[in-house]
């Protein structure tokens, strides 16, 4: 089993996040299970793929699997009700990337910021920056399966 682990934060109003390589991010949700289960789609700059993950927390499965964009739009209008729309900045620190993601649409206002880990040790020792606010790791709303159908951003 492929393994994610990761830890998210969000990133507060007027936070000055560092400059970094940016592009849009199209994600839709083919299925939303329970406990953290899901199937979706995602165009990230034109780079396409299709990725399954089980489980919530620190800890998750996850498989993902490059597909064509004709493979990416055929399946795109089965994502209809849940999906999300987000301009995605990759920041370098040191080691690590953070990546924020800045979501548009009904959730815009909404920053939130990623960083995978190689083992939990690595991310429990992990010291997050000042522009990173209050980690949101286990916040079930703030997960993008949730926000993809979420008419407004969560509170704080």
């Known amino acids: 089993m492929a393994v994610e682990i990761e830890r998210k934060f969000l990133v507060p ?3 000055d996040v560092p400059a970094g390589r ?5 994600q839709g949700y083919l299925v939303i299970g329970p406990e953290g289960a ?3 789609v995602r165009d990230q700059a ?5 990725t399954v993950k089980r489980g919530a ?3 998750r499965g996850e498989w993902e699997t490059p597909i064509s964009a004709e493979q990416f739009e055929a399946l795109w209008p089965a994502t209809e ?7 995605r ?3 370098l620190l040191g080691r690590y990337e953070a990546v924020v993601d800045t979501f548009h649409g009904p959730l815009a206002g909404l920053r939130t910021v990623e960083v995978e880990f190689a083992d939990p040790a690595e991310a429990a020792a992990f010291v ?3 522009w990173f606010g209050p980690e949101a790791t286990d916040r079930a709303d703030l997960k993008n399966q949730q926000l993809a159908t979420a008419t407004a951003p969560p509170g704080p």
């Open 57 to 59: 927390g620190l800890v």
């Open 46 to 50: 034109g780079a396409c793929s299709l």
């Open 13 to 15: 109003e007027g936070a």
């Open 22 to 26: 940016e592009f849009d991010v199209r």
């Open 81 to 87: 009700h849940a999906r999300v729309a987000k301009t």
């Open 128 to 130: 997050p920056p000042p």
């Open 89 to 91: 900045r990759v920041v």
């Open 38 to 40: 899901e199937a979706r």
